[in-house]
């Protein structure tokens, strides 16, 4: 087991509101962690702060032991951090199959130049890509959407092509923004089945956000909760759904 | 006969318009800017040409490389003014932006006045072949190359944005670029890209322009421009084949006003135009309807 992404006492405020303040996480590989907590609680704050959307203004992140601190989201990408997002930004209107291919794309060697005048190396890793696009989309099984407009497939496929799509940047840590969002019970239980999967077939760290406790609990090995932008609870999904403090949050006080 | 030969008049003009009005919509549809500096690019890639023809011509070197000059030029400019100008302004209101653009326009304007005097400047001759003659339909060489060469330019483009991972990237972006930066895609390059595309495509027009009215003036952008704004919004602003047949439609309304109505009502029947098809097809012609959001 490596540390993957560590984050140390990370903050940050707007204007004089600390949106997020002290906030500790290490992701190693394989992990896959559940941050959890109420409304405005700071979850997708922390997403933001990890993806390099915002700049914290406290604390610090390390990828691999590296500073990542001030570094832009298209940067972050190819250093190996991917999201999805809590309100699906597929591109609608462009193919299912190239909405995969632009994120392999990026990662490609090939120069300005030689993609304009279409070298020969340009050839060989386009159809490379071709290739490793479609995989991607067997995975989810997806391929037979391939020439679909992604704005036409249904929620749930797409829902899973925005997964792939993060998937296809090659990441190291993978950051899911409430996958389940809008997916009924079937739904929901293939997805936590192609979670876990994709974690052991591409080896990476998951870090999710959801509010469906159940898929919380049923496949992630440790647990963080978020009150106000601040850790109240941290460890086992048994422990941590059984912490007086995580229940008062949910359930509001007894008196 | 005579009504063929306006067609073709009318589509020279058009796709002078509808190149000037690709850098429009390409703008537009990357980062909801409409760019009213493009029209002087237009006047500047004039200049430009105009310049480098007496240094092509000191060098011994053929006058048309001059188009090259004019092209990177231009693509340097159109970098430069969104680095410059629009890029810090990227996060404050959409007026903001459109206002420096307008001050750009003016900018460049008075620039070139005072670097070139106000006085027009008569533009070489480029092209000095023969029309040719089909029946009794008589085309200019340089309306044929215009023609041409505005598709073949358009054709290029298409497929570019459709296939190169460089134009899907720009697609990306002016779908989300908040997206798009996160599966790693470079937005300040793609915009500058854009900027880049859309005025090296002005300069192309100018030089068609001065092919057919041979008068390089600090003023010229103006008009040119405007049309080409027009026409990108016929076609569906933001829409890159849009812009395209905008362009066109555009350019064959005016030169049969011209012929069958009245020269001095052409611009009236050009923009006449504009506003009846906007009130049928808000959106442009090529233009997805977007349901206004409640």
Redesign the interface.
């Known amino acids: 087991m490596t540390t993957i992404l560590k984050a140390s006492d990370l903050g940050i405020s707007f204007g004089g509101l600390k949106a997020v303040s002290g906030f500790n996480l290490t992701l190693e590989t394989n992990d896959l962690v559940g941050l959890i907590g109420p409304n405005g609680a700071g979850k997708t704050t922390v997403f933001n702060l990890l993806t390099g959307v915002y700049q914290p203004t406290e604390g610090a992140i390390e990828l691999e032991g590296h500073s990542i601190m001030g570094k832009t989201p298209h940067h972050l990408v190819k250093l190996g951090i991917a999201r999805t997002f809590q309100n699906i930004r597929l591109f609608k209107e462009i193919t299912v199959l190239d909405n995969v291919k632009i994120a392999f794309d990026h990662q490609m060697k090939t120069s300005l130049l030689s993609s304009m005048f279409r070298l020969p190396g340009f050839w060989k890793e386009e159809k490379s890509i071709e290739t490793k696009a479609i995989e991607l989309l067997k995975v989810f099984n997806l391929e037979k959407y391939r020439y679909y407009s992604a704005g036409n497939l249904p929620y749930g496929q797409q829902r899973k092509l925005e997964i792939a799509r993060a998937l296809a940047t090659d990441p190291k840590v993978l950051l899911l923004d409430e996958p389940a969002a809008g997916m009924n019970h079937t739904e929901t239980h293939e997805l936590m089945d192609t979670i876990r999967f994709i974690r052991d077939r591409f080896n990476i760290a998951i870090l999710l956000i959801e509010h469906d406790m159940q898929l919380v609990t049923g496949i992630c090995e440790k647990i963080t909760v978020l009150d106000y932008g601040k850790i109240i609870a941290h460890g086992l999904p048994q422990e941590v759904i059984n912490n007086p403090n995580v229940i008062r949050v949910y359930l509001g006080d007894d008196d | 006969m005579e009504f063929i030969q306006q067609v073709i008049n009318g589509l020279q003009l058009g796709s002078i318009y509808a190149l000037v009005a690709l850098g429009y919509t390409m703008v537009y549809g990357i980062i909801k800017l409409i760019n009213f500096a493009h029209g002087e690019i237009i006047m500047v890639g004039a200049y430009i040409a105009l310049t480098s023809v007496s240094f092509l011509v000191q060098m011994g070197l053929p006058i048309w490389l001059c188009v090259f000059v004019a092209v990177v030029f231009c693509a340097i400019l159109g970098i430069l003014t969104e680095r410059i100008a629009y890029r810090p302004l990227r996060n404050s209101p959409r007026l903001t932006s459109l206002i420096t653009a307008i001050g750009i326009s003016f900018l460049l304007q008075n620039a070139f006045m005072l670097i070139y005097s106000p006085t027009p400047k008569p533009f070489p001759k480029m092209v000095t072949a023969a029309p040719i003659t089909v029946g009794s339909l008589q085309i200019s060489m340089s309306a044929l190359l215009t023609i041409v060469i505005s598709i073949v330019i358009m054709l290029v483009l298409q497929i570019f944005i459709q296939k ?3 134009g ?2 720009m ?2 972006v002016s ?2 670029y ?10 300040n390059h793609t915009i500058s890209l854009t900027f880049a595309i859309g005025s090296g495509l002005a300069a192309v027009a100018a030089i068609f322009y001065c092919m057919s009215y041979p008068l390089v003036e600090y003023t010229m952008g103006t008009m040119l421009g405007l049309k080409a704004f027009v026409a990108a919004v016929l076609g569906g602003i933001g829409v890159i084949p849009g812009a395209m047949i905008g362009g066109l439609v555009l350019g064959i309304v005016e030169s049969l006003t011209k012929a069958y109505i009245s020269t001095q009502l052409a611009d009236a029947v050009t923009f006449g135009v504009l506003i009846v098809v906007l009130i049928f097809r808000p959106a442009g012609i090529m233009g997805k309807n977007t349901k206004e959001k409640v």
Do not use: P, S, T
Request: net charge positive; proline share 0%; aromatic share 0%.
């Open positions: 190169n991972r460089l899907k990237a697609r990306a779908e989300d908040g997206a798009a930066q996160l599966m790693g895609i470079n937005i």
